[in-house]
């Protein structure tokens, strides 16, 4: 069993290009979630699923689309990348309806945005 | 609005002993969970604990216990018996109950060294 799979591991992109960091989970979880983690800040959400076919916004939403065509997984694009958006961003999935669960993480992607 | 904080950026501990790291939050609601997370130098999230707010019992797993104080709105992490492996960053968060989305805010992390 895999749990959560992110590619790539790390990337380096010039600004203004389009990328997609790919999150994919083999647990049918129901909720999944997009953080980005940036130095002295922990780790903010982005994007949420609580199921396929329907997609939210967290706290730091702008720059970033998701969207969420099965269960399985939940990609996440930046039209066009600008240097504040260097940083490294987990992918993460829940079992929906258990409030006690924790959120499973992914490996990450190191973004590094010139 | 609801907020963590770790007060420590950096701690060192010896190798055997026992050390606590410290988070305090903020919220106005009575329902809440508090979980800990551990980073280590090759970056995954690794969960530790957990406790929900209306637990009577600290929670403990293993080395680790949490230091739940309601009424100072502390969650306060004891690793006992430190090992070198217990270098990493650790990261106090919330989870608020009374949202559409599983909704957890992470304090900004504590760095623990382990020294031999």
């Known amino acids: 069993i895999a749990g959560i799979t992110q590619a790539p591991t790390s990337q380096i992109l010039a600004a203004g290009r389009r990328m997609t960091l790919r999150c994919t989970q083999d647990?049918?979880?129901?909720?999944m979630y997009w953080y980005r983690q940036d130095l002295g800040l922990g780790l903010r959400l982005i994007h949420y699923?609580?199921?396929?076919?329907?997609?939210g916004k967290g706290e730091v939403p702008d720059g970033y689309s998701v969207s969420r065509a099965n269960t399985d997984d939940f990609p996440l694009t930046l039209a066009s990348a600008v240097p504040s958006q260097t940083s490294v961003y987990f992918c993460?999935?829940?079992?929906?309806?258990?409030?006690?669960?924790?959120?499973?993480f992914g490996p990450g992607t190191r973004l590094t945005v010139t | 609005a609801q907020k963590i904080t770790q007060t420590q950026p950096g701690m060192f501990v010896q190798e055997k002993e026992a050390v606590t790291l410290d988070c305090t939050y903020d919220t106005s609601d009575q329902s809440y969970g508090l979980f800990w997370y551990k980073q280590p130098s090759s970056g995954e999230m690794i969960f530790l604990i957990y406790q929900g707010s209306y637990d009577e019992q600290n929670a403990t797993e293993g080395r680790y216990s949490l230091n739940f104080q309601k009424a100072r709105k502390s969650a306060n992490l004891v690793i006992s018996a430190s090992q070198l492996g217990d270098s990493a960053m650790y990261f106090c968060a919330m989870r608020e109950e009374k949202t559409s989305y599983d909704k957890v805010i992470f304090g900004p992390g504590t760095s623990l060294s382990v020294i031999p």
């Open positions: 993460a999935s829940k079992p929906s309806g258990s409030s006690l669960s924790e959120q499973y």
């Open positions: 699923s609580n199921t396929a076919g329907t997609t």
């Open positions: 647990m049918r979880h129901n909720a």
